[in-house]
């Protein structure tokens, strides 16, 4: 996290969703943060650095299969 960035919140990983679909696991992370602004991505692809409290990002495999646990940030 970086300096002055306020945690978020209840819940700030979902490593249950792990080896679902794209669509179930952010079904998953909007029941338990609606709030959340979920972006589904490759898991190979280059990203943004910065820390945002409103973003849970969802990596997937080329079968749309979640590769590792989303979190916050």
């Known amino acids: 996290m970086e300096a002055g960035a306020v945690p978020a919140e209840g819940k700030s990983s979902w490593p249950e969703v792990v080896g679902l679909s794209s669509e179930e696991a952010k079904k998953k992370i909007i029941e338990d943060k ?4 979920v972006q589904v991505v490759p898991a ?30």
């Not at 609606?34 to 602004?37: D, K, L, S």
């Not at 692809?45 to 989303?70: C, E, H, I, Q, W």
């Open 34 to 37: 609606p709030e959340a602004n």
């Open 44 to 73: 190979d692809s280059f990203l943004t650095m910065d820390y945002n409290t409103s973003r849970v990002r969802v990596f997937v495999n080329s079968s749309d299969k979640v590769t590792k646990a989303p979190r916050i940030g």
